[in-house]
């Protein structure tokens, strides 16, 4: 039973690149989110989608894109990488979003230098 | 505006004695509430969840949340910790009556520190 699988774990880019986090889930879920990680700030939104079709902006959106591609994946694209975009990257779904309670990837730890 | 605040960056606690994690919320109606636990180098763990009814809510792998409304306040307790408890934790809030996508608003986390 994988979960939710993200992929790369492990990403260094330099200013100005791009590239595209990719996540699914093998739960059947319907909703999909894409959380950052930094230190002293818990975790932040930056896309979810409620439902296959649907995308909605969350907290911190600016410099992302994503793209909900079937019920199993929800990818998270970066056009033009920033420093301040340096950060552990969280995928989740959720079964109940009604009542909150989301799986979590392992994470992708990306640095932007 | 919705928020969550953990007053602590660290805890530490002696293996085999009880410990507390605070955690406050501010948000409107009445929350949703949960506590996530994050090992080194992996994704957030669900531990428990409070919607309603009894004040006390159990968890896993011991854990327990007392809820006040009172106080606005959600504490993750254990009566008796343990070195593998040992984790960051996140205290998390879903306002109820928003749209049903489970969005969750996160604390910034408290390390624990048991310690033998």
């Known amino acids: 039973n994988a979960g939710v699988t993200q992929t790369p774990k492990f990403q260094v880019l330099k200013t100005g690149q791009s590239m595209t986090l990719q996540c699914a889930q093998d739960?059947?879920?319907?909703?999909m989110y894409w959380y950052r990680q930094d230190p002293g700030m818990g975790l932040r939104l930056i896309y979810y989608?409620?439902?296959?079709?649907?995308?909605d902006k969350g907290e911190v959106p600016n410099g992302y894109n994503v793209s909900r591609l079937n019920k199993r994946e929800f990818s998270l694209r970066l056009e033009s990488a920033a420093p301040s975009q340096t950060s552990v990257y969280f995928c989740?779904?959720?079964?109940?979003?009604?009542?909150?309670?989301?799986?979590f990837g392992q994470g992708t730890r990306l640095t932007v230098v | 505006a919705q928020s969550v605040a953990q007053p602590e960056d660290q805890v530490n606690v002696a293996e085999g004695n009880p410990l507390t994690v605070k955690c406050t919320y501010s948000?409107?109606?009445?929350?949703?509430l949960f506590w996530y636990v994050q090992y080194p180098n992996r994704g957030l763990q669900f531990l428990l969840k409070y919607i309603t009814g009894d004040n006390l809510v159990k968890g896993s792998y011991g854990f327990e949340a007392e809820f006040n409304k009172s106080q606005t306040s959600f504490h993750l307790k254990k009566p008796s910790a343990l070195v593998s408890d040992s984790a960051l934790y996140f205290c998390a809030v879903r306002a109820y009556g928003s749209s049903n996508t489970g969005k969750l608003i996160f604390g910034q986390g408290t390390t624990l520190q048991v310690k033998p």
């Open positions: 989740a779904s959720s079964e109940e979003p009604q009542t909150g309670k989301a799986f």
């Open positions: 948000v409107s109606g009445n929350p949703y």
């Open positions: 739960m059947n879920h319907n909703s």
């Open positions: 989608s409620a439902s296959e079709g649907t995308t």
